[in-house]
C-alpha cells in the first residue's frame, strides 16, 4: 500500500539541471534504503543513485558527479539534483527501494517523471 510519487521531469537543454523528488508514503521510509532508477526508450530499468538510511550516498559511474542524491526524513522524501545533464540522461526516472529482492519493504512502482534532455 505505499505510494511513491515522483516528480519534478521535464524537458531542458544539454547542460541544464532539474531537480526530482519522489514523495513516499507511509511511517516506514526512515528505516528504508532509497534509490532513483531510470529506464531509457528500448533499455531496462537501471539504477543511478542510492541512499542508505543514514545518508551514505553511491552514484553509477555515468552519473558521478553531476547528480546528488539526498533524503529528508521528516518530509518522506527522496531528491535527486540534477547537473550538466546530457541527452544521454533522457529517461522515465523512478525512485524506490534500493534494494528490490527486499521481502520486509516491496514498494510498487510509481509512474515515474520523465525527464528529456535536448537541443
Known amino acids: 500500500q505505499v505510494q511513491l510519487v515522483e516528480s519534478g521531469g521535464g524537458l531542458v537543454q544539454p547542460g541544464g539541471s532539474l531537480r526530482l523528488s519522489c514523495v513516499v508514503s507511509g511511517s516506514i521510509f526512515r528505516v528504508v534504503p532509497m534509490a532513483w532508477y531510470r529506464q531509457a526508450p528500448g533499455k531496462r530499468r537501471e539504477m543511478v543513485a542510492s541512499v542508505t538510511v543514514g545518508g551514505i550516498t553511491n552514484y553509477v559511474d555515468d552519473v558521478k558527479g553531476r547528480f546528488t542524491i539526498s533524503r529528508d526524513n521528516s518530509k518522506n522524501t527522496v531528491y535527486l539534483q540534477m547537473n550538466s545533464l546530457k541527452p544521454e540522461d533522457t529517461a522515465v526516472y523512478y525512485c524506490?527501494?534500493?534494494?528490490?529482492?527486499?521481502?520486509?519493504?516491496?514498494?510498487?512502482w510509481g509512474q515515474g517523471t520523465q525527464v528529456t534532455v535536448s537541443s
Open positions: 524506490n527501494n534500493q534494494l528490490l529482492t527486499s521481502t520486509s519493504h516491496v514498494f510498487s
